[in-house]
């Protein structure tokens, strides 16, 4: 090596200092400085410009050890430098230390021998190393990318995919909450830290969501928990236990969650109590292709609280899809045993078969069902959009829905637009037209009276 003189020793001292100067603007959460012994540390994330497609592999060729995913950002490479007196002039950088996160680069060697290989004499490398791992562009340097996709061959391939599933989801609330973002409800920007982002992709300051999400949980409207924005509410998006722990308080949650339960034991039919007495939690109807009804696995439910595995109709300890209950559920049960006389042999035994009093609960639930049916029909007007049905006491044909906010005709239930719900009523050739209001007569005592 030639020797160094003075001037050329201050020149690589300008130029480090210089170097370091460019390095720690362009990178400041990247690169640091140890004062004690000069030793730049990087810490480089590797970004990448689109998700990538990512196969993880094991040693073997079975198909069972690959393991698929999709990300946008990969564990960083951490360097440890020092500076020669004669860099960048005459002597290469020293890496005192290489080491990558999470071992996700296979021969990772051969990327540290590529690194000493890209210096030249007279050249100041630091900026190029970081911008070629930054940037990912030494996968395609070390041919670990074929045909879009990143091959990363490991010993372990579980834990490595679970090591970059969480390290993936980091780097993706880091960025979020390093952004600024709009709520679409008080139309303030802010940073992501006091946003929410929901499943559904929108974004809206946390003081908004817990003002009413607090407030509908209070009133006990579950329905309304979710996405606030209109089109959202429309298709009833509602949010999940992991959004609403974000936003409302851990008591609000435990209330929001006994809600939904409460909701779906009123709300679905196939829903019922386990019966264990000190139990008591509503168990759902489990989906499916093996619970279609017919199977008879469709009475089958397992309390999710104390594991109870049940029959829903007999309550009692599951007995599989081919042993029938005690009692079964049939219509055609139903109507023989109310078309029966109350005093003749003929009800008296089915009585004694099946018991009085479940035959009574399911005489009840199918008259309710019926007249529900028949009143829905006659009395009631579903909504074009979310099918919730409608009952008007008076007033004008031009409905609103409650629950989607969506404008109908309660004669036809036509769609209404919202900008002009009246074009409908005032269009010469469609049914409704000039009936907006239906037709009044005139009592004396009472004034209107609608018909």
């Known amino acids: 090596m030639p020797t160094t003189h003075q001037h050329e020793l201050d020149t690589c001292a300008a130029q480090r200092s210089e170097e370091w100067e460019v390095l720690s603007s362009i990178y400041p959460d990247c690169v640091s400085k140890d004062l004690t012994n000069d030793i730049l540390k990087f810490e480089i994330p590797v970004e990448l ?42 002597v290469a950088p020293e890496i005192t230390s290489f080491h990558v996160s999470g071992s996700w680069i ?19 490398i630091l900026y190029t ?19 879009g996709v990143l091959r990363l061959p490991h010993a372990a391939p579980p834990l490595l995919l679970s090591f970059l599933t969480t390290y993936e989801s980091k780097s993706q609330s880091s960025r979020f909450n390093q952004a600024s973002h709009s709520c679409d409800v008080c139309l303030e920007t802010r940073k992501g830290s006091r946003c929410l982002q929901l499943n559904c992709g929108h974004v809206f300051c946390r003081a908004c969501l817990k003002d009413g999400w607090s407030l509908y949980i209070a009133e006990g409207d579950v329905t309304r928990v979710g996405c606030l924005d209109p089109q959202c509410v429309k298709e009833g998006q509602e949010a999940d236990e992991d959004e609403v722990r974000r936003a409302v308080t851990e008591e609000e949650t435990r209330r929001w969650k006994w809600l939904r339960e409460k909701k779906a034991a009123e709300g679905d039919p196939s829903t019922v109590l386990c019966p264990m007495f000190l139990c008591q ?44 209950c005690p009692i079964q559920v049939a219509e055609k049960l139903v109507i023989e045993y109310m078309e029966t006389a109350e005093d003749s042999p003929v009800r008296k ?29 006659k009395s009631t ?12 006491s008076m007033g004008c044909n031009h409905m ?13 239930g036509f769609k209404l ?35």
């Open 129 to 147: 190393w970081v911008e070629w791992i930054r940037s990912a562009d030494f996968l395609n340097s070390m041919q670990l990318i074929h045909d």
């Open 106 to 124: 296979p021969r990772s060697g051969h990327l540290l021998e590529a690194l000493l290989e890209m210096w030249h004499p007279g050249e100041a």
């Open 381 to 392: 007007m579903a909504c074009p959009s979310c099918h919730v049905h409608v009952e008007k």
């Open 417 to 451: 637009q919202a900008s002009n719900p009246y074009e409908h009523f005032s269009t010469l050739g469609r049914g409704c037209y000039s009936m907006l209001f239906d037709d009044v007569v005139v009592d004396a005592m009472e004034g209107f009276i609608w018909i």
């Open 281 to 324: 939690t509503p168990v759902q109807k489990p989906s499916g292709g093996d619970f279609q009804d017919g199977t008879g696995w469709e009475r089958l439910r397992t309390c999710h609280r104390c594991n109870y595995s049940f029959c829903s109709f007999c309550k009692r300890t599951w007995h599989g899809p081919l042993s029938d």
């Open 49 to 90: 410009e689109s998700p990538l497609s990512v196969l993880v592999t094991g040693g073997g060729t079975a198909k069972s050890q690959e393991h698929h995913l999709s990300l946008s950002s990969l564990p960083p490479v951490l360097l440890e430098i020092v500076l020669p007196p004669s860099y960048p002039l005459h």
């Open 400 to 412: 609103t829905c409650s629950k989607c906010k969506q404008h109908f005709c309660y004669r036809c």
């Open 349 to 377: 035994r089915m009585e004694q078969r099946y018991g009085k009093k479940n035959l009574e609960k399911l005489v009840v639930k199918y008259e309710e069902d019926r007249a529900n049916r028949e009143w829905l029909k």
